[in-house]
């Protein structure tokens, strides 16, 4: 069974970073594009970012971009999500899904709480 | 950026039939997928592709699509549909993706 459990989720100022991963298992994880959507509290789901299978192509959200950076290691079977001078927004359950070739997502993880607050 | 709406909020008698829309211009060349979220709940999909469901979906749930529009059918809705859904498709460009502004279905 397909697996995903994200974290490094917590409290920080704006203008700082966080790191989020999310740890995958059951499945050939170097096989699948990957994404990272959020919810803001309250709020319906945004996507935000997604990575090639093997790493080379990177897409995001208008929003994040140029702040936020996707990234995977095949080997460690992890994705992670670089969010740099974060902002109110950004507060939001972070959530990784897996691609599933026609571009639906499944499953998803269980989510990460990132809050920007001073 | 491409955009996908959704109205707010429809409501279902028990047993009877409800649908879903979803309205924007990506919808055009891409298959919707739908996403339903309980609450406190990560979303799980639906539906997939033309009108595919995914394995422990209940065949209530269905899909169609017409030029710019997007649309999921409960019929028989049960009091376990009662939940937010959520179209997304890929945008214009088809690098990014958009979900639609939700949906949230109360079962009466």
């Known amino acids: 069974q397909v697996h995903l459990v994200e974290s490094g989720g917590g409290v920080v100022p704006p203008g700082t970073s966080l790191r989020l991963s999310c740890a995958v298992s059951g499945v050939n994880f170097g096989s699948h594009a990957m994404h990272w959507v959020r919810q803001a509290p309250g709020k319906g789901l945004e996507w935000v970012a997604v990575?090639?299978?093997?790493?080379?192509?990177?897409y995001y959200a208008e929003s994040v971009r140029d702040r936020f950076t996707i990234s995977r290691d095949n080997s460690e079977n992890t994705l992670y999500l670089q969010m740099n001078s974060l902002r109110g927004e950004d507060t939001a359950i972070y959530y990784c899904a897996r691609d599933r070739g026609s571009s639906w997502f499944d499953p998803w993880g269980q989510g990460t709480l990132v809050t920007v607050s001073a | 950026s491409s955009e996908l709406t959704q109205d707010p909020a429809v409501s279902v008698a028990l047993g009877q039939t409800v649908r879903i829309t979803c309205q924007g211009d990506?919808?055009?060349?891409?298959?919707a997928s739908w996403y339903q979220q309980k609450p406190g709940q990560a979303p799980t999909v639906v539906i997939y592709g033309r009108n595919n469901r995914p394995s422990g979906i209940p065949d209530r749930f269905s899909a169609s699509s017409s030029e710019d529009t997007a649309s999921l059918t409960i019929t028989g809705a049960q009091a376990e549909d009662e939940a937010d859904y959520y179209c997304?498709?890929?945008?214009?460009?088809?690098?990014?993706?958009?979900f639609g502004t939700g949906t949230t279905v109360t079962v009466l």
């Open positions: 997304n498709s890929r945008d214009i460009s088809g690098h990014l993706y958009v």
């Open positions: 990575i090639a299978f093997d790493g080379r192509d990177d």
């Open positions: 990506s919808l055009r060349n891409y298959f």
